[in-house]
């Protein structure tokens, strides 16, 4: 999953909120380094990962791009299950999506200093972009996927996935609204297992 629905999964605990965004920036066993509420977060972000990555509805929808994308797929699949979390927001949350990201942004903003580097460096653009609401259109995520291409020197050319998110909306759609439930009920365990959480 993508930013949206990690930060969503958190549910209202801002520290878990924060952990479980910049989980993608803390390597190895640098989470120790971080306060308990926020290591929560980065552990719960692994294992949300390791669920989407093991789970044979998201693996449909990586075969489907697979032959064009290869490995980067799976990394495109968890773009376009965000852009469906965001253009059906008012199912998962009473709070409108537009308000929910810049609270957000501002929870980062008032965090700063804790963050690691490379968050702090892409959070100017991921606020002035407003990344997180531009998920709801495919517009949206057609420029996101462009700026991931750009970072790998297109050898992918991701940008290029919307005309698939196009052609099989329905198929997409329908695989992210069955696996996300599945994850939904997972992550509650999850949390539920954890006094800190």
């Given at each position: 999953?993508?930013?949206?629905a990690h930060i969503?999964?958190s ?9 479980n ?12 380094e971080y306060p308990?509420?926020?290591?929560d977060?980065?552990?719960l972000h ?13 693996s ?6 697979f032959?064009?994308y ?8 968890d ?16 709070i409108?999506?537009?308000?929910y990201?810049?609270d957000?942004?501002?929870?980062l903003?008032d965090?700063?200093?804790?963050l690691?580097?490379?968050?702090q460096n ?11 609401y531009?998920y ?6 057609e ?7 750009r970072r ?13 998110l196009?052609e099989?909306?329905?198929e997409f759609?329908?695989?992210f ?5 599945e ?8 949390i ?6």
């Open positions: 999953m993508n930013f949206l969503y999964l549910g209202d605990n801002e520290e878990l909120k924060i952990g965004f910049i989980a993608d920036s803390v390597k190895g066993k640098q989470y120790l308990p509420g926020i290591i977060g980065i552990v692994r294992a949300i990962d390791t669920f989407t990555d093991t789970h044979h509805i998201v449909k929808s990586v075969e489907r791009l032959e064009r290869g490995h980067y797929s799976r990394v495109i699949v773009i376009l299950y965000d852009h469906f979390l965001a253009a059906n927001w008012k199912d998962y949350s009473d409108p999506l537009k308000i990201t810049e957000f942004y501002k929870l903003q965090n700063f200093k804790i690691p580097k490379p968050v892409f959070l100017p653009y991921m606020v002035a972009d407003n990344w997180l531009n709801r259109k495919i517009e949206g995520i420029k996101i996927l462009f700026q991931m291409n790998i020197k297109y050898r992918a050319k991701m940008h290029l996935a919307v005309e698939e196009r099989f909306y329905e759609e329908d695989e609204t069955r696996f996300f439930e994850l939904r009920a997972y992550v509650k365990v999850e539920n297992s954890k006094k800190n959480y």
